[in-house]
């Protein structure tokens, strides 16, 4: 019987560093990974006034929500939605 247990605890154990494993490396719904250290990118692609739009990024800075803030190398700034624009890392 005391075998039984101990198997158990082993499986629950496996099971649980199987759901971490897979949590920590599975992407969100946003421009990064669980654990993405990456936080550089060379241009945004926007969808503005009905358009596509390609802007180079100078920086950027997140906000609470999905919104960012974009500066683009032209001194621009645009505070846009994430639902309407990537981030992208050449």
Not at 25 to 32: E, H, L, R, Y
Not at 53 to 72: L, P, R
Not at 79 to 89: A, E, P, R
Request: hydrophobic residues 40%; proline residues 0%.
């Amino acid at each position: 019987m005391k075998r039984f247990f101990k198997d158990k605890r082993i499986i629950t154990l496996i099971a649980i560093v199987i759901v971490l494993i897979v949590a920590l490396f599975m992407t969100t719904g946003c421009n990064q990974n669980m654990l993405d250290f990456n936080m550089t990118f060379d241009y945004a692609e926007c969808y503005l006034n009905g358009e596509y739009t390609k802007y180079e990024i100078k920086k950027w800075s997140d906000y609470d929500g999905e919104q960012i803030q974009i500066v683009t190398k032209d001194g621009k700034t645009y505070l846009v939605s994430m639902n309407y624009c990537k981030l992208v890392k050449e």
